[in-house]
């Protein structure tokens, strides 16, 4: 068992970076293949970026890899997703997500752990 939590989001203009962080408090963290992902108004949850137990592999979505980092630090039991040269698109509510399991998971039934979300605005 694992509790999410994410913060770091906010109002930002385009061009800007912000650097989310998601905390986890539970058991055995580096155990845990960690993802984000987000949800903009009026569309369904998509895959942003993945990272393995040990983070030794990560993968990130088409639309954003030149511009996104995910990152762990297993011993502060954080994941955290860079986001560099941001776009209006990218305003979305910005979740967390973890699961017991080997590999880059790149799907949400794939999870079994979610946070609440933070918010992140870019305006033009």
């Known amino acids: 068992q694992v509790s999410l939590v994410e913060s770091g989001g906010g109002l930002v203009q385009t061009g800007d970076s912000l650097r989310l962080s998601c905390a986890a408090s539970g058991r055995a963290f580096s155990s845990y293949a960690m993802g984000w992902f987000r949800q903009a108004p009026g569309k369904e949850r998509e895959f942003v970026a993945a990272?393995?137990?040990?983070?030794?592999?990560?993968y990130i979505e088409d639309i954003v890899k030149r511009r996104f980092t995910i990152s762990r630090d297993n011993a502060k039991n954080t994941v955290y997703l860079q986001m560099n040269n941001l776009k209006p698109e990218d305003t979305a509510v910005y979740y967390c997500a973890a699961a017991a399991k080997l590999g880059l998971l790149l799907w949400t039934y794939e999870y079994d752990y979610w946070g609440q979300g933070t918010r992140v605005t870019v305006s033009s």
């Open positions: 990272i393995t137990r040990s983070g030794d592999d990560t």
